[in-house]
C-alpha cells in the first residue's frame, strides 16, 4: 500500500458546498464534496527526475490488445493497436512493471510471458515493442478471460498503483454476460481499468461497464491512426497516480439514512451500491487511484424530523486508504454536511449553485442515454423529448463539448428551450461517441 513518507505524495483537501438550511418537516440534505489531491509529482514519465532514486509510486500496468479476428479489419486497426501499445510503452516510467495481453476467446501473455511481469528501462521496453510486432488477428472475443490474466499478472507484484488499459473493436461474443460480469467482480478493487473501443462495431455499454466497474475511464476512437495519442494520455494519466485505493468515507448519525453517493465530476459515476460497511453507522465507497487533480462528489442524506432552530450533523466524509495490515490510514481531510431548521423561506428555499449543477449534469447523462435508447427502439417523438432536454441542460450549465456531440444526432431549433428535430442520418461513430461520452460533466464556474 501507499507509503506516506515518500516525497511527493499529494495532499488531500476536502470542501462541502450545500445549503444547510430546511424548512419545517424538511429531510433532504444534499451537499457536493469537491476533493482535491495536490503535491505530488507532476504527471508523466516525463517527471521520473522529480522522485528520489526508487521513491516512485511503485506501479504495474497491463495492457489488453484485442487480436480478434475483427481487429484485421480493415487491416489499420490492429496496425494502430500495435502501434498505440508501442507508444504507451513508451510513457512508462522506468521501474514500472508491466506485461502486455493479447485477447481472443483466450488471453495469451505476449510479454514477458512465464506468468510474470517485466521490469521499464530502455532494453525491456524494446523487447516488448519486437514482441508487439507478432501480434495477429485470428480468433474470438472473451473479455473476461483478458481481466483475469491482467488480475493474476498484477498482483504477482508488490506494487502500490495496479492499472489495466484494454482495447476491443468487437462485441464480447465468445463468453456469456455473466462470465464477464463474474470476471469484474473478481477483479473489482483489485486493480483499475481504462477501457476504449475502437472502430464502431463494439457495444458501447460493454466498454463503459467495464470502466465503471473498474473505475477507469472509457472512450471510443473511431479512427486507429488516433489510438496511440490516447494510449500515450492513458500512459501518462496512469503513471501520475500516487495513492490507490482511496474511498469516501461516510459517516452518519442514528435516523439518518444515505439515499445515494455519486461521483458528479469529472464523470457520473453511482457509487451507492458499492459501500462496504465501516464500523457503526459508517460505509466506504471506493473511488480507485489518484494523482494530482480534483473530483466532486453528491451527498445526499435523510435525516430525522426536527422542530424550528434545530440542528444537527447530518454527515460526517473523510477520506481512507487500506494498509497492509488489514487497517486504515486517514489521509486528513474532513467534510461536514450539516442541517438547519428555519421558518426563513428564502434561506430554505434557495438550492446552492453547486448542487443544482450536478443534478443537471447527472439528468444530462440520463436523457442522452434513454434518448439514444429510444432512438433505436424506434420511438421518434420519445427519442426527440429527451434529446431536446439533452440539449436544453448542456446549453443551460455551459457543457459545450456535450452540446456539440448532441448537434451531430439533432438539429438544434433552440438550445434554451430544448426545441429539437432528430436528424435522419446520423453516422454511427457520432451516436456512440455521444452515448460513451454522456457521463462526462463539467465543472461549477467557482
Known sequence: MANFSKPHVPQFAMDVYQNEYLPE??????????????????????????????????????????????????????????????????????????????????????????????????????????????????????????????DRLLNSADVTIRHGILLTDGRNEHESPQDLKAALDACAGRFTCD???????WEVKEVTGIASAL??????????AHLAADFTAMMETAMGKEVADVSLRVWTPVGTTIRFVK?????????????????????????GSWGDESRDYHVCVQVPAAG?????????VSLV?????????????????????????????????????????????????QGLSLRKAGDFDGATAKLG????????????DTAKLLAKVVDVVDAATGTVRLK???????????????????????
Open 25 to 150: 418537516g424538511g429531510r433532504e440534505v444534499n451537499a457536493i464534496v469537491t476533493v482535491t489531491a495536490t503535491g505530488g509529482g507532476t504527471i508523466g514519465s516525463a517527471a521520473s527526475h522529480l522522485y528520489p532514486k526508487g521513491h516512485g509510486p511503485s506501479a504495474a500496468v497491463a495492457v489488453m490488445v484485442d487480436c480478434s479476428g475483427s481487429m484485421d479489419y480493415p487491416p489499420t486497426k490492429m496496425r494502430g493497436a500495435r502501434d498505440a501499445t508501442a507508444a504507451a510503452i513508451d510513457a512508462l516510467r522506468d521501474g514500472t512493471h508491466f506485461a502486455v495481453i493479447g485477447g481472443t476467446h483466450v488471453a495469451k501473455e505476449v510479454y514477458p510471458g512465464g506468468g510474470r511481469l517485466a521490469v521499464a528501462d530502455p532494453a525491456t521496453r524494446e523487447q516488448a515493442k519486437q514482441a508487439l510486432r507478432q501480434l495477429s488477428a485470428g480468433g474470438g472475443t472473451a473479455i473476461g478471460t483478458w481481466l483475469r490474466l491482467a
Open 195 to 201: 477501457a476504449r473501443g475502437v472502430g464502431t462495431d
Open 215 to 224: 473505475l477507469g475511464t472509457a472512450d471510443i476512437v473511431a479512427d486507429p
Open 263 to 287: 461521483q458528479v465530476a469529472p464523470t457520473v459515476e453511482d457509487l451507492t451500491d458499492r459501500r462496504t460497511e465501516a464500523g457503526p453507522r459508517a460505509g466506504d465507497y471506493p473511488t
Open 308 to 316: 424550528l432552530g434545530q440542528e444537527m450533523l447530518a454527515a460526517r
Open 321 to 369: 486508504v487500506p494498509q497492509p495490515d488489514g487497517s486504515v490510514q486517514n489521509l486528513g481531510a474532513q467534510g461536514l454536511v450539516r442541517a438547519v431548521w428555519t421558518d426563513d423561506m428564502v434561506a430554505s428555499t434557495s438550492i446552492n449553485p453547486q448542487v443544482a449543477h450536478y443534478t443537471g449534469q447527472a439528468e444530462l447523462a440520463q436523457v442522452i442515454q
Open 389 to 400: 432536454r439533452a440539449v436544453q441542460l448542456a446549453n443551460a450549465s455551459g457543457n459545450a
Open 424 to 446: 435522419t442520418k446520423v453516422a454511427e461513430a457520432d451516436e456512440m461517441t455521444l452515448e460513451t461520452r454522456s457521463t462526462k460533466t463539467v465543472r461549477v464556474k467557482k
